[in-house]
Nanobody, 117 residues
Framework: VQLQASGGGLVQPGGSLRLSCAAS????????MGWYRQAPGKQRDLVAT???????NYADSVKGRFTISRDNAKNTVYLQMNSLKPEDTAVYYC????????????WGQGTQVTVSS
């Protein structure tokens, strides 16, 4: 499985960005796609996940501001980020886990999001 993320960049506080991540290769129809982020000097943390059935989960820090969605036909996951704050600055990584090896993580290359005036 290969993951290609795009959409990062520099945005002012209060602005919006949309991240995309396209998966290719041996993709199972049963999977969970998601986004994690890692700020300098910090651990990688969950941002949001979405199952193949559309069930979502969000970190408390992004609830109400970020929306995760997916297009199963395109094996693509999106992260719409609104009302961005400086503390959202991080490298964002897309992630997939799938049947039958639910304990194995596939990671994308990461895309930088910088929120600054």
């Amino acid at each position: 499985v290969q993951l290609q993320a795009s959409g990062g960049g520099l945005v002012q506080p209060g602005g919006s960005l949309r991240l995309s991540c396209a998966a290719s290769g041996s993709i199972s129809s049963r999977n969970r796609m998601g986004w994690y982020r890692q700020a300098p000097g910090k651990q990688r943390d969950l941002v949001a996940t979405i199952t193949d059935g559309g069930n979502t989960n969000y970190a408390d820090s992004v609830k109400g501001r970020f929306t995760i969605s997916r297009d199963n036909a395109k094996n693509t996951v999106y992260l719409q980020m609104n009302s961005l704050k400086p503390e959202d600055t991080a490298v964002y990584y897309c992630n997939v886990i799938q049947f039958p090896h639910w304990n194995y993580d596939y990671w994308g290359q990461g895309t930088q999001v910088t929120v600054s005036s």
